[in-house]
């Protein structure tokens, strides 16, 4: 975690881990970002012996940004009951090589949209628990300083949560899953129900987030024929609409692009080489970093 001096690299690289764990925390860059940033600004604000008395800035840093994260969390329950349609998590694009906030973060199964989507069914707890705990191998006694629980506590909250991740199912290949996508986006393009309908599982779900600042559902689309009718209902009304294949959260997903600007970001949960689900992020506030590589 580093000594009682911390360079300017070790505090970079004590960054990029921290946008890592908030990322997966709260489903926002932004929201990150802004947590981590207190918790650098807490650091600072330390007197510079007191900084010298932390043996583990990283340590200490960790434990600061979770604690944040946890009240965040908690806010958030209350923002999003207020929130117009279903919330999704901010999608990521792939790394460009830029020095982008959505290039810091490690594309990997605890980022993909349907991980994301059950880290929103725990308590602010228990996903604290089971993130720090199960995704970075934090041990116990350093959640129990994040929480003010004890280890016991916390091992039976990451449990808890665990139980819930259980449920969830097991992602396929990703030469699959973009095969599979690939076969939504040309049933799309070419308008053809029936090979729409194929590909999507008769039981899909599709939930889209708009935010009340885009048009979209404000209740999930349930099977795989009301999901193809309505995608093709989109394509009926929205001429000049792209359709490309791209990364979205480290796997193959969609985006919708219209004069250069992206309108939609669709991520999906695909079995035994079918749609299950699609989750369709139309809230241009969490597009931005989208249409800025598009």
């Known amino acids: 975690m580093g000594a009682a001096g911390v360079g300017a690299d070790g505090m970079a690289g004590e960054r990029r881990q921290l946008i890592n764990v908030a990322y997966r925390l709260l489903g926002s860059l932004t929201e990150s970002e802004d947590a981590v ?15 010298r008395e932390i043996l583990a800035p990283g340590a ?18 209350a923002r999003r009951e207020r929130y117009v349609g279903a919330w999704l ?15 810091q973060v490690v594309l990997d199964e605890s980022v993909a949209m349907a991980f994301l989507v059950v880290l929103e069914s725990m308590t602010p707890a228990e ?23 004890t280890p016991a506590a916390c091992k039976q909250l990451a449990s808890s949560a665990r139980r819930r991740v259980g449920t969830a199912t097991t992602p396929a290949r ?12 040309q049933a ?6 029936e090979a729409l309908v194929t590909v999507l599982d008769p039981a899909a779900v599709m939930t889209a987030d708009g935010g009340g600042l885009a ?57 035994d080489g079918r749609v299950t689900r699609i989750w369709a992020v139309r809230n241009p506030e969490k597009l931005r970093r989208w249409t800025d590589r598009a």
């Open 215 to 271: 048009s979209a559902v404000l209740h999930p689309v349930e099977g795989g024929a009301r999901i193809a009718r309505y995608l093709l209902a989109i394509a009926e009304r929205a001429p000049g609409l792209e359709l490309l294949e791209r990364s979205v959260n480290g796997a193959p997903g969609l985006v919708a692009r219209r004069a250069g600007v992206v309108l939609t970001v669709a991520a999906f949960d695909v079995a």
């Open 60 to 77: 200490w840093l960790t434990t600061v940004t979770g604690r944040i994260c946890l009240d965040q969390l908690g806010s958030a329950r």
């Open 37 to 51: 940033q207190e918790a650098y600004a807490r650091w600072y604000a330390l007197p510079p012996g007191k900084r």
């Open 89 to 103: 998590p901010e999608p990521l694009p792939d790394g460009s090589g830029a020095e982008d906030l959505a290039d």
């Open 188 to 193: 799309w393009q070419r308008k053809d129900i």
């Open 174 to 185: 990703t030469a699959d899953r973009a095969d599979t996508v690939r076969r939504v986006r």
């Open 127 to 149: 996903r604290v628990a089971f993130v720090l705990h199960d995704v970075f191998r934090y041990p116990f006694a350093e959640i129990a300083a994040v929480l003010g629980r």
